[in-house]
């Protein structure tokens, strides 16, 4: 098992990476490529030339033992050195068989033409491949690969140290407009109340004319708590807390803030839903442009 494997994250990773890796021995030179993006799962695309097909089951195993999630299109090519291009192998006893049947058959007949070079050479069997010993190039293959590998760990870190830092930087803007709101709550609370008052003169009036003078108090006591956002705001910070933690997690944390993420649009909607005055509206709106952004970074992260 490698030292960086799916079970030791240390980083976050994104799931957007390049890799490409060439080396060579006294067989051959084998060239892979990796490009990896988003995706829900590991999903592999393998494309391999017919002479590495066997390999396929270990290529997906080391895909598992680096990768948890993405999609990962890998490509596989090779040259082979001058001796081992080799040529072309004659069965003499073959050419040799095919004259004895010849003169047999012209003994019998005789009449006809002799067998041409370019008979003899296309007769099945005569000529074929010669033999090429490919262990080598495999090996050097499946070490190559997992060069590659981390190679593409190191892309996928550099690009998730960034989305680390992004992620982090919209937290502190989340937190930063909770603690303006809670500021403006008090402010917000007391100029609803004013303009309920307001506009509630003639049943003020109705209601003191029938001797219920705490009939306003008490409507505008449950107005205030239809529209009180103090839960929502205390759930964004909870939420907000709970990112930080899972930046902070030695795994793969991609699907656990994408859920998050889908927590905190759902507050700054019914945050935005409750509001009564312009500043709050605009606060929430800034909220949801600050968490659209972190979504969609979180879509590239493992």
């Known amino acids: 098992m490698p030292a960086a494997n799916q079970e030791n994250f240390t980083v976050i990773r994104s799931m957007t990476a390049f890799a490409r890796v060439q080396e060579s021995n006294e067989a051959g030179s084998i060239t892979w490529e990796l490009r990896s993006v988003n995706h829900r799962y590991l999903e592999p695309g393998i494309k391999l030339p017919e002479d590495f097909r066997q390999l396929e089951p270990e290529i997906r195993k080391l895909l ?166 103090e839960e929502e705001l205390d759930r964004l910070d909870t939420h907000v807390v709970e990112v930080i933690n899972v930046l902070d997690r030695d795994e793969a944390v991609g699907r656990r803030l994408d859920f998050l993420m889908q927590e905190l649009n759902r507050e700054a909607n019914t945050l935005g839903s409750k509001s009564q005055d312009s500043l709050t509206t605009q606060l929430a709106v800034d909220l949801k442009v600050l968490i659209e952004q972190m979504r969609e970074q979180v879509q590239n992260i493992e």
């Open 64 to 229: 598992a033992e680096y990768l948890a999630r993405g999609k990962v299109d890998l490509g596989l090519r090779y040259k082979l050195d001058q001796p081992q291009q080799g040529g072309i192998k004659l069965n003499q006893e073959i050419v040799m068989n095919l004259r004895v049947v010849e003169q047999q058959v012209l003994n019998i007949v005789h009449e006809g033409s002799k067998l041409s070079v370019s008979d003899i050479l296309g007769w099945p069997g005569v000529i074929s491949d010669v033999e090429r010993d490919f262990s080598s190039l495999n090996e050097l293959a499946l070490s190559s690969l997992k060069t590659a590998l981390i190679q593409l760990q190191q892309g996928r870190e550099t690009e998730g140290s960034a989305l680390d830092e992004l992620i982090r930087s919209r937290c502190a803007q989340i937190s930063a407009i909770v603690a303006e709101l809670r500021k403006h709550r008090p402010e917000m609370m007391t100029a609803l109340r004013e303009k309920w008052e307001a506009n509630l003169d003639e049943k003020l009036k109705q209601w003191r004319d029938t001797a219920n003078e705490n009939r306003l108090e008490q409507e505008l006591v449950m107005l205030a708590q239809k529209l009180d956002v």
